[in-house]
């Protein structure tokens, strides 16, 4: 008898699939590709920050030997991209942010196009500059974008309970205004794409990072008028998407119009500083926010006033309200909510989404706020947390669902494992001892969408699966994959239902023409919903082949399984036959059948309606995080000295790859609150280079202990969540609630740079700062 | 446009080429090539990498004088084992300088040459009572540091000259020299301010006292009111204080994206307290 | 611009001519004349690392290095590295442990880690740190990277 052990991958830490390419230097990104015949492309930007443009001359550029194609807004069809569709890929009559793409050239080398660029001459009227916000909506403000003479670009508003009531209710009340400044997502590998359009067939093939290739297809067929089915998109591995790549940017267009023009394939890839410049930024954000709450710490209501700096134009940043105002209404149980956010026109950057997606934001300013209540009432950060914690079965006033939830297990996890109760007491006490160094402790909380979120008409993905005739499986899926790991995932549930090996799985998950329909890689949601379609298709072929061997053994196929790349008997794990004899058995015998299966999975989620109620997501993720710190008050560094996190990930399926999603997000966290500031003055970018744009480097990072809480998902894959944003939303509460238990002064604005610190520290003491 | 591309072995052949004008001398590159690239520094016709030039590596004593080379990389400041011994405070700077490629790259020479108001080996070297050696086809001049530079990017060297080397005095019994950048990474971070201090203690007492301050003016400078609240006096806390406060009075620092002045003299003022309690303690 | 230099070099162990113009960066010769695009361009000003090259044993910024330097020396690059079975210690660390993921920073790191082991043989998790510092990663948050490096550098004489 030949027993086949059951085996399992679930859990276990499994190196990434792409890896070993990567680590060799094989792998091609879209700055490695290069195609016979192609141009370079390169884009005209203004030097202006609000301008009428008078005239644009390219005579000159035209001229130069091996320019192949000059366009402005005069050649392209007048159609604007993004959420407010307010962003025309070339601006013709006037500009309105610093970045704006008023010409773009198509040469032989960049070198040419760069000269090309130089002799394009353009006329400008300078208008007034619009560089803050809260004057957009003053009397007498110029007007952005003429479509919006109210430079209003959008206002959410939501409401639950009285909040009049709730101020009744409440014994204190705490209210404060709080900045979030612009950071950015400096992905390592910068943004381009390759556009390779054949007039004769009219197929355009693009080489592109985008996250969400499927409904590109679409956005570019609108923009440049033409049937999406000549659309393909092939997408290279990618150097890092963090949300920015979520949007259609005018730089992808601008590239299928220069080939277009060319009739030959362009490659256009920013510089660094064009990267800075050019790409989308985390939205900014000044928040009112007033809570209350009742003796015993529960929570009585929130109102919470924000405005969105909107930039020139609208992309993603402008929606993020729908993340954010279900912090204010859900993380904890708050009877009455008040929630209205404004997005504004200016001459500013523009912002785009960010992972988290403006939950940094909101749990920046709630989390503060539950330590402020805790000081004023004389409780522990802890205790008002445990008190009004979400828990399982309950059903919000923004009417979401949480079935599995891990909330009070991951406070009570990182405080045990921190140590919190006791050191924040000891540091709070030591703030008055003499002595530079003070050290804090801080804690903070969230709730973030873990099971998808259903903005878009479907929240699904596709699955093809087909196994050749030696039981090695192909899954072809829809997600993308942007470096987070989603491939490896994939292919250990397709394991787990198939019993293989993971090296008996290969993914592809890179070409439109091949891969089913997904909505894109966001919200943390591939694990979870891309995970699901692979089991589904996984399940299909299983109960294929089981049905398949049950016929050749007479056996049924509920006494069979699959094992080790063995089909076996259920009872005792005894070899029945291996797998590929019964794949071939099933081709060439008169059946004549392969085993490809498909599926397509939606996750039990809502639309919300159009008061944002409704269960937007099939789960959410929780966490808590500590931060221990430690401040210079003689120059304000802020050094994060350890993180303790403890995550809600429903279930653990790739160990290593789930601490990697969670480290990489606590040090972007820890460099959105303490290191990185995109300087944003009268609407120009101080800072466009990491000189001076701070990402947090190696010797920097905090020590990190991290737990994760299984929960055990009903609807997740092996019960799963979806993470990938969860691990930077705290830091910067965490942090700020650090500084505070260090020196007792509560800073309300990002960053902690150490002036910002220092200016803050001074204030407190009565100093006088200049 | 750049038109013809030497690499010199010798100081001749260097300095003929420098003689010849127009001439982009290239060390390291780690200031020349960022530059040009971004099109604030303008290359010559000719571009002369002097990486080759023998005999202008490494430190040695010459007499009563130190010597270092002009081609010394940051990470040979660093690690070499006769300057950490005789010169400390250099090796400190070399620590807190860009990252580890950078070090491998760049030299003492370009970061002189550089004139950048940040430079941090410009300030230990200010304290040491460096003197820059210059050398052209004509001959050979020395130029006290602390008179050398003239603005940001700009010192007295004339176009044909190279510098050859940097001389400082070797340090007497008793000597001590301390540097501090502030910056919240260990390294790779342009100075906001850094502050130089060096003088002989003996019994408590310091005297040659030597201070100088790293971005707080056009070009790296000696702190004259410092350095007279600490002559001849006891480093005690009332010496600390006062030294201080007159580092913070005698710096006219700007606002820039990095900080704003007011900051920059907060930071002189405490940094200069560190480093003296440094230097209290040897 | 016309003008050319003609240099030899060592690439990865082989000899090899190119020519280049003077003002040309050494990582725009490595990728866009020789085609080894192994070696990333992340920002082209020395800040980030992922440029990174050896030049005669050394580590340093293809992007800051003129090109006609590399005239006469040895340059390895992320490429040669991985043709070396020597170097499988090193690239089986950074990927059993977790510390690619974009894999964008990770051909620098992988150079600079080499370089750092070959400064440090056995090296402590403070010189790991520092000996990183000039290397982004958007991604990882370097824990994972500095293990791979600390790994690596296990049972080596
Ligand atoms: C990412 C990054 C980080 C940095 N961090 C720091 C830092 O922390 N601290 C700091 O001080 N600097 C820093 N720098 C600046 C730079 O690395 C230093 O100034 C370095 O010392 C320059 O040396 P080099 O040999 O590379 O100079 P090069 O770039 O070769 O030359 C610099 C200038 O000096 C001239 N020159 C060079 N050698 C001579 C010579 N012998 N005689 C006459 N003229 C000469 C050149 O013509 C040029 O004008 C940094 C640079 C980068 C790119
Ligand atoms: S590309 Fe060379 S250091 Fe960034
Ligand atoms: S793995 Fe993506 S930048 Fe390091």
């Known amino acids: 008898m030949t027993v086949v052990a059951k085996s399992s991958l679930i859990g276990k830490r499994i190196p990434k699939m792409d890896a070993p390419e990567k680590a060799a230097g094989k792998t091609r990104y879209v700055q490695d590709i290069n195609l016979p015949g192609q141009l370079i492309g390169k884009i005209l930007r203004t030097d202006r920050v609000h301008a009428r443009i008078v005239s644009i001359d390219t005579a000159a550029a035209k001229a130069l030997p091996g320019v192949y194609a000059v366009l402005t807004a005069a050649d392209i069809p007048k159609r604007g991209l993004g959420v407010n569709k307010d962003n025309p890929p070339l601006k013709g009559d006037k500009v309105r942010t610093i970045r704006d793409e008023i010409a773009a050239v198509a040469a032989e080398t960049e070198e040419i196009a760069l000269e090309a660029l130089k002799l394009i001459k353009v006329v400008y009227e300078d208008l007034p500059i619009l560089a803050d916000p809260r004057q957009s909506t003053q009397p007498g403000a110029p007007v952005i974008q003429d479509a919006k003479p109210d430079n209003i670009a959008m206002t959410f508003d939501y409401a639950h309970g009285d909040v009049a009531q709730g101020e009744k209710e409440s014994d204190v009340v705490v209210e404060s205004e709080f900045y979030l400044h612009y950071v950015t997502h400096c992905c390592m590998g910068v943004s381009g794409i390759i556009a390779d359009f054949e007039p004769t067939s009219g197929n355009l093939t693009l080489y592109s990072n985008t996250q969400v290739p499927f409904l590109h297809k679409r956005e570019f067929s609108e923009v440049l008028g033409m049937d999406p089915g000549r659309i393909r998109i092939i997408q290279p591995p990618i150097g890092g998407g963090f949300g920015s790549k979520l949007d259609i940017y005018p730089f992808e267009p601008i590239a299928v119009y220069l080939a277009k023009a060319a009739r030959r394939p362009v490659k256009l890839v920013f510089t660094r500083e064009e990267e800075f410049l050019a790409s989308p930024t985390r939205q900014?954000?000044?928040?009112?926010?007033?809570?209350?709450?009742?003796?015993?710490?529960?929570?009585?209501f929130r109102a919470v006033d924000i405005l969105l700096d909107n930039g020139g134009y609208t992309s993603w940043g402008a929606t993020i309200p729908f993340v954010m105002m279900q912090t204010f209404s859900s993380l904890y149980r708050v009877p009455h909510c008040l929630f209205h956010t404004k997005a504004v026109y200016s001459n500013n950057p523009y912002a785009g989404s960010f992972r988290g997606y403006g939950n940094l934001q909101a749990t920046f300013t709630v989390e503060q706020h539950m330590d402020m209540l805790a000081e004023k009432l004389g409780l522990d950060p802890l205790a008002i947390r445990m008190k009004n914690a979400q828990e399982s079965g309950e059903v919000t006033g923004q009417g979401m669902v949480f079935t599995s939830c891990g909330f009070k297990e991951c406070l009570t996890t990182a405080a045990s494992r921190s140590d919190f109760a006791r050191k924040f007491t000891d540091y709070a006490q030591q703030q008055s001892k003499p002595g530079n160094k003070k050290r804090g402790i801080g804690l903070a909380a969230m709730i973030h969408v873990g099971g998808?979120?259903?903005?878009?008409?479907?929240?699904?993905?596709?699955?093809?699966?087909?196994?050749d005739d030696f039981g090695h499986v192909t899954i072809m899926t829809g997600a993308s994959?942007?470096?987070?790991?989603?491939?490896?995932?994939?292919?250990?549930?397709?394991?787990?239902?198939?019993?293989?090996?993971?090296?008996?799985?290969?993914v592809v998950n890179n070409d439109t023409e091949v891969t089913p329909w997904d909505v894109g890689v966001h919200a943390s949601r591939t694990t979870f919903i891309a995970g699901n379609s692979a089991i589904g298709a996984a399940r299909k072929a299983k109960d294929k082949i089981l049905n398949a061997a049950a016929?050749?053994?007479?056996?049924?196929?509920?006494?069979?399984?699959?094992?080790?790349?063995?089909?076996?008997?259920?009872?005792?794990?005894?070899?029945?036959?291996?797998?590929?004899?019964?794949?071939?058995?099933?081709?060439?015998?008169?059946?004549?059948?392969?085993?490809?299966?498909?599926?397509?999975?939606?996750?039990?989620?809502?639309?919300?309606?159009?008061?944002?109620?409704?269960?937007?997501?099939?789960?959410?993720?929780?966490?808590?995080?500590?931060?221990?710190?430690?401040?210079?008050?003689?120059?304000?560094?802020?050094?994060?000295?350890?993180?303790?996190?403890?995550?809600?990930?429903?279930r653990v399926l790739n160990r290593m790859g789930l601490e990697g999603q969670i480290e990489g997000g606590i040090v972007m966290g820890q460099g959105y609150a303490l290191?990185?500031?995109?300087?944003?003055?009268?609407?120009?970018?101080?800072?466009?280079?990491?000189?001076?744009?701070?990402?947090?480097?190696?010797?920097?990072?905090?020590?990190m202990d991290i737990s994760f809480i299984e929960s055990m998902d009903g609807e997740g894959p092996q019960?799963?969540?979806?993470?990938?944003?969860?691990?930077?939303?705290?830091?910067?509460?965490?942090?700020?609630?650090?500084?505070?238990?260090?020196?007792?002064?509560?800073?309300?604005?990002?960053?902690?740079?150490p002036e910002n610190v220092y200016r803050a520290l001074v204030t407190a003491k009565g100093g006088v700062v200049e | 446009m750049v038109e013809r591309y030497l690499a010199p072995t010798t100081l001749d052949e260097a300095l003929k080429a420098l003689a010849a004008g127009d001439a982009t001398i290239v060390a390291g590159g780690t200031d020349v090539m960022p530059q040009s690239q971004a099109g604030r520094f303008k290359l010559g016709r000719t571009l002369v990498n002097i990486r080759r030039v023998a005999g202008l590596q490494g430190g040695a004593k010459e007499g009563d004088e130190i010597r270092l080379g002009a081609l010394t990389t940051i990470s040979q400041l660093r690690e070499d084992a006769f300057i950490a011994k005789t010169l400390p405070v250099l090796a400190e700077a070399a620590d807190h300088f860009a990252s580890v490629q950078i070090r491998n790259m760049g030299t003492l020479g370009g970061n002189i040459g550089n004139a950048s108001p940040a430079g941090d080996t410009l300030v230990p070297l200010l304290v040491l009572d460096a003197v820059v050696e210059l050398r052209s086809a004509k001959g050979m001049r020395r130029l006290r540091l602390d008179e050398f530079f003239t603005g940001p990017g700009k010192t007295k060297r004339t176009p044909d000259e190279l510098i050859t080397n940097i001389f400082v005095p070797a340090p007497k019994p008793g000597f001590v020299a301390r540097f501090a950048k502030f910056g919240t990474r260990p390294a790779l971070d342009i100075s906001a301010v850094s502050v130089g201090i060096a003088g002989i203690v003996k019994d408590g007492k310091i005297s040659n006292v030597r201070v100088a301050y790293g971005a707080v003016a056009p070009t790296p400078v000696r702190g004259r009111a410092a350095e007279a609240a600490l002559e001849g006096k006891t480093l005690d806390a009332a010496t600390l204080a006062a030294a201080a406060k007159a580092a913070q009075g005698e710096v006219k620092p700007i606002s820039d994206r990095r900080a704003t002045a007011w900051y920059r003299r907060e930071m002189i003022h405490n940094l200069v307290k560190k480093v003296l309690a440094d230097v209290a303690h040897g | 611009m016309s003008l050319t230099v003609e240099i030899r070099f060592t690439l990865n162990g082989s000899p090899t001519r190119a020519a280049v113009p003077p003002g040309l960066t050494a990582l725009a010769m490595l990728r866009d004349i020789v085609g080894l695009t192994g070696t990333k361009y992340g920002c082209g000003e020395g800040e980030c690392g992922a440029c990174t090259i050896l030049v005669d044993g050394l580590s340093v910024n293809s992007c800051?290095?003129?090109?006609?330097?590399?005239?006469?020396?040895?340059?390895?690059?992320v490429e040669g590295l991985a043709a070396d079975p020597a170097n499988d210690r090193l690239r089986d660390a950074f990927v059993e442990e977790g510390g690619v993921q974009c894999g964008f920073c990770t051909p620098g790191m992988i150079v600079q880690s080499k370089y750092l082991l070959s400064q440090h043989p056995h090296p402590s998790h403070e010189q790991i740190r520092r000996g990183l510092e000039g290397n982004l990663c958007r991604c990882t948050g370097y824990k994972k990277i500095i293990e791979a490096v600390a790994k690596a550098a296990e049972g080596t004489p």
């Open chain 1, 284 to 300: 900014p954000a000044l928040c009112r926010l007033r809570s209350g709450a009742k003796k015993d710490g529960t929570l009585t």
């Open chain 1, 452 to 467: 998808g979120a259903k903005i878009y008409p479907s929240d699904g993905c596709g699955t093809i699966l087909k196994m």
């Open chain 1, 481 to 506: 994959e942007i470096g987070q790991g989603s491939e490896t995932v994939l292919a250990q549930l397709v394991c787990e239902e198939l019993g293989l090996p993971l090296d008996a799985v290969s």
């Open chain 1, 551 to 650: 016929k050749v053994t007479n056996m049924t196929a509920d006494q069979l399984e699959m094992r080790g790349g063995f089909v076996v008997r259920a009872a005792d794990g005894e070899m029945v036959m291996p797998l590929p004899k019964l794949l071939r058995s099933l081709h060439f015998s008169d059946k004549a059948e392969l085993v490809m299966t498909t599926h397509y999975y939606e996750p039990s989620s809502v639309h919300q309606d159009k008061k944002f109620m409704g269960n937007v997501s099939a789960t959410y993720a929780w966490a808590a995080q500590i931060c221990e710190i430690e401040v210079d008050t003689d120059t304000g560094i802020v050094t994060l000295e350890k993180v303790t996190a403890a995550h809600d990930v429903g």
């Open chain 1, 675 to 703: 290191t990185e500031d995109l300087m944003v003055r009268q609407g120009k970018v101080l800072n466009p280079g990491f000189r001076d744009y701070k990402l947090v480097t190696a010797p920097e990072i905090p020590e």
């Open chain 1, 719 to 753: 019960g799963a969540k979806g993470v990938g944003e969860a691990p930077a939303i705290c830091m910067a509460a965490a942090i700020a609630n650090a500084i505070h238990n260090a020196t007792g002064v509560r800073l309300t604005r990002l960053p902690f740079s």
């Open chain 3, 64 to 77: 800051l290095m003129f090109a006609v330097e590399c005239d006469g020396r040895a340059i390895t690059t």
